[in-house]
């Protein structure tokens, strides 16, 4: 067997770097003047339902040790990294008044970014709405549609002359699914109709903001961040498989993908709707506000594929109409798994949506925003010098940039990967259960950081823009 290695190059100034949300890191989620979200009152109210009943008062931290941290992403190569502004400590009740130690905060932040020279990319949006805001309908109601908006142009007024990437969302999918679905995020909702709404109200108050952002004249430009799983067919012979899985696509994929890059809705997934009465209220002027206001760029989280197959049976019309009503789920005998997450591994996955994005998308720019790997009790693997020695995820990281590489020698026209995340940090209902992060977190300790074997490693690949492979 050979020994023989070789490297296998990045495009000039590829950012290298991180991601993660004010909720799951600032903690302080009570403090200096910051309104209650969603998954403050949730836990209030409700603190069983969070792993080791940890909820969102502290996280990791990020807070007061930003400064630290923010010097840690520079020493293991960073050129780049992603959060959030949490709109309910800026704007405590959602609309109205500014909390102006929130905007001393985020200066602050984005400053110590600037000055370790770090580009900043910042979410407007994260799964973290003001529980005000959630009191009066959520994304279900117009109004927060217009309140968003109008949130969206007090951060580009405040900080947009730091902040060159803006991101209005990130994984948009999520809150439909999670809180109008399968009850995994506040409200709690299972209403096909209404998470249609939910849905539909979020791909317009994505674009309202970029609307925003172009009146402001600036010089950055505004993007989204989707989970894009692709839909594998169980047959690719069988007209009914690629039929369940082109559904689970729209549903799940277009849904978000076409109206924030193509400025429309693909026509099946509109006949789809109109078919199974889940039409939308729609406001006159909806769709010149899609056409009008696409993305500039394009963020790609990916951890798993969905394979699919045609459904066994006919959907009983007895029970609430569900995604699961057009397909199976089907689990491909020759996967890996993430046992930790219940999740397959597919690496190739990402060599797929870099080819749908080139051949589908106009080769808008786009960068992988998320990928990463969640695993339970890492304290198995502390080595005498109290570092986790995390192989699984240098190798997860490594196959996946393998992929990529090859995505991007094909034309696909990726700037950019980011792991989530730079530390370990608090996941909603999960809490710490799965770590993912470069930095080991003690929340026994302090939430002390330590670094771990894949911080090291990811150090070498983003100072040389390169990842060493062996030759086979």
């Known amino acids: 067997m050979s020994n023989d290695k070789y490297n296998l190059s990045f495009p000039p100034n590829f950012l290298w770097g991180a991601a993660c949300s004010a909720t799951q890191t600032e903690g302080a989620s009570l403090e200096h003047g910051k309104g ?86 910042i979410c407007l949006f994260h799964f973290d709405m003001p529980l005000a ?69 979020t791909a317009i108050a994505s674009a309202k903001a970029i609307e925003k952002y172009k009146s402001l004249k600036q010089d950055g430009k505004a993007g989204i961040i989707l989970n894009l799983t692709p839909s594998y067919p169980r047959d690719n012979e069988n007209p009914e498989d690629l039929k369940a899985a082109n559904i689970a696509d729209l549903l799940f994929n277009r849904s978000f993908l076409d109206p924030a890059v193509n400025g429309k809705y693909p026509e099946e997934l509109i006949s789809l709707i109109k078919e199974n009465d889940l039409i939308p209220v729609i406001s006159d002027g909806d769709e010149n506000i899609l056409l009008n206001n696409k ?87 502390i080595n005498n010098e109290d570092i986790i020695e995390d192989d699984y995820r240098i190798e997860f990281i490594k196959e996946h940039l393998i992929w990529l590489h090859k995505g991007i020698s094909e034309g696909s026209n990726c700037f950019g990967y980011h792991i989530w995340t730079f530390m370990d940090n608090w996941s909603w209902l999960n809490g710490y259960k799965n770590r993912y992060g470069f930095f080991r977190v003690d929340i026994e300790n302090n939430f002390k950081r330590s670094i771990k074997k894949s911080g090291l490693w990811f150090k070498k690949v983003a100072e040389s823009n390169s990842l060493e492979i062996s030759a086979k």
């Open 36 to 121: 209650k979200n969603i998954w403050d009152y949730w836990y209030e109210i409700n603190p069983e339902k969070f792993f080791n009943n940890i909820g969102p008062k502290d996280t990791s931290n990020f807070y007061s040790m930003y400064k630290e941290d923010i010097k840690r992403m520079k020493e293991i190569g960073f050129n780049s990294f992603r959060t959030s502004i949490s709109w309910s400590r800026l704007i405590p009740d959602g609309r109205g008044e500014i909390n102006q130690e929130a905007v001393n905060f985020y200066n602050d932040v984005f400053d110590e970014f600037i000055n370790q020279d770090i580009t900043p990319i």
């Open 133 to 201: 805001m959630q009191n009066i309908g959520g994304w279900e109601n117009r109004e927060i549609v217009e309140a968003f908006a109008e949130y969206a142009e007090q951060c580009f007024s405040l900080f947009g002359h730091k902040i060159k990437y803006w991101t209005t969302f990130n994984e948009p999918i999520v809150p439909v699914e999670c809180g109008y679905l399968y009850e995994f995020h506040y409200p709690c909702v299972i209403d096909m109709k209404r998470a249609v709404q939910v849905a539909y109200n």
């Open 295 to 381: 993305v500039d760029f394009l963020g790609v989280n990916y951890y798993q594929p969905r394979r699919v197959k045609a459904p066994s049976k006919v959907w009983d019309s007895n029970k609430p109409l569900m995604p699961e009503a057009f397909f199976d789920y089907y689990q491909w005998p020759e996967r890996k798994m993430n046992k930790y997450r219940g999740w397959e591994i597919y690496e190739k996955g990402i060599y797929d949506i870099a080819m749908n994005i080139k051949n589908n998308y106009g080769n808008i720019p786009w960068y992988v925003s998320e990928n990463g790997m969640g695993v339970q009790e890492e304290e198995r693997f």
